[in-house]
């Protein structure tokens, strides 16, 4: 049998471990194209297979049978076209796309194109959503879900302020980015819906110029502040371990902006929104997003006519109240090791999707995405016009 071969486009930390999973699994691929602004992560990635600088380059110069689209949000919507114009598989990053007229172009290329589609939406693969959405039935009837993203602070002021995700011109609107696969997941544990009313609330608060200091500066080498403001980047940077992260994926400090006062960056998304949905006049759910949590981790309350889960990532559990005896039991799930390690499970069902057309559809293909991401977009929408949408 001959090798499938596979083309990645972006080639950065996501990219990179996407296909990192390919040799780890028993199928026979071949990544033989990779295309990647930074010349240095092609040949990082794939020192043997072909290299471009561009995703047009890619399809006109490259031969291959399936491609992985791992690019910046804002940049998923045209080789994802390109793809699909040619028939090709393809498993992308999530979200599917970041605009709502890019899913339109993308609905009306499903009209024609044949193209295998998976999204990645991590959470539907994890073990502990999958215990948690295994144990719903147990509530009968869900009348309200609560479901909380904490950002850790650190976390949120390196990848979200001096960060590419902090700026809705490099990259997108933060909600769209952070909270596509949350909002996916929690529609996966509910009948599928009709009709819905959302309204949002969010705002850019504590980063901005005049929450910083007194007397500090723009950057942090030259402020009196550096060793005792917790966003330092001479103690959370410099001096600290450099295998480790946040250092580990951080650029040069004098010369970039994880060098620059966090209160000082050119960030525009929002640190905290909120969202509350009505589905089918019956069942709210409402979800916040906050980069102010002092730890990272998710936390989902589902409440049903029968009982009652409390889901906590950050302790590692999920516990569950009956009503009807009062019962309540508690169940401790692992601790999620390594960096994603669902990936390897998205892959494996990727390619078995390919090369065994009789296997089951993957858990999020492209009508499944643009389903759940419309409620995303129009979330968003809600937080940008202040007005209640109904859909």
Same mark, same amino acid.
């Given at each position: ?252 400090? *004098?010369?970039? $902006? ?7 960056? #050119?960030?525009?998304? !929002? %640190?905290?929104?909120? @969202? ?71 892959? *494996?069902?990727? $390619? ?7 296997? #089951?559809?993957?858990? !999020? %293909?492209?009508?499944? @995405? ?22």
């Amino acid at each position: 049998m001959n090798k499938l071969r596979i083309a990645v486009i972006g080639a950065g930390t996501r990219g990179r471990h996407l296909a990192e999973m390919l040799p780890k699994l028993p199928y026979s691929t071949e990544i033989t194209a990779v295309c990647d602004i930074v010349p240095e992560r092609c040949a990082a990635l794939a020192p043997g297979a072909k290299h471009f600088s561009s995703y047009a380059g890619l399809f006109s110069g490259a031969g291959f049978d399936a491609v992985i689209i791992a690019t910046l949000d804002c940049c998923h919507t045209e080789p994802l076209l390109a793809a699909m114009a040619r028939d090709l598989p393809v498993l992308i990053e999530k979200p599917l796309t970041d605009k709502p007229a890019d899913a339109e172009k993308i609905r009306r290329a499903l009209e024609t194109s044949k193209s295998r589609i998976a999204v990645c939406h991590t959470l539907r693969f994890l073990p502990a959503y999958k215990q948690l959405k295994r144990m719903v039935p147990l509530l009968g009837e869900v009348f309200h879900i609560a479901h909380e993203e904490a950002i850790g602070n650190i976390r949120f002021a390196h990848n979200y302020v001096r960060g590419q995700w902090g700026s809705t011109a490099r990259n997108t609107h933060l909600f769209i980015h952070k909270c596509c696969h949350d909002v996916d997941y929690i529609l996966s544990l509910l009948p599928e819906f009709s009709f819905y009313e959302v309204s949002s609330m969010g705002a850019r608060t504590f980063f901005r110029p005049e929450n910083a200091p007194e007397n500090s500066t723009k950057r942090c080498h030259d402020c009196p502040h550096n060793r005792t403001c917790r966003f330092s980047a001479v103690t959370l940077y410099d001096e600290a371990d450099k295998t480790r992260w946040p250092t580990s994926t951080a650029s040069d400090t *004098r010369t970039t $902006l994880y060098g620059q006062c966090v209160f000082r960056c #050119p960030n525009d998304v !929002v %640190d905290h929104q909120t @969202a509350q949905l009505l589905i089918d006049g019956q069942t709210t759910f409402a979800i916040s997003l906050s980069g102010f949590s002092a730890e990272n981790g998710r936390r989902t309350r589902i409440q049903g006519a029968l009982g009652e889960l409390f889901f906590d990532e950050p302790a590692r559990t999920i516990r569950h109240r009956d009503f009807d005896s009062g019962q309540v039991t508690t169940h401790p799930f692992p601790e999620q090791q390594g960096y994603h390690p669902e990936d390897e499970d998205i892959v *494996r069902e990727w $390619l078995k999707n390919i090369l065994h057309p009789a296997h #089951p559809p993957v858990t !999020v %293909d492209v009508r499944e @995405a643009l389903r759940t991401l419309k409620v995303v977009f129009d979330i968003e929408a809600a937080r940008q016009t202040g007005n209640v949408i109904h859909s």
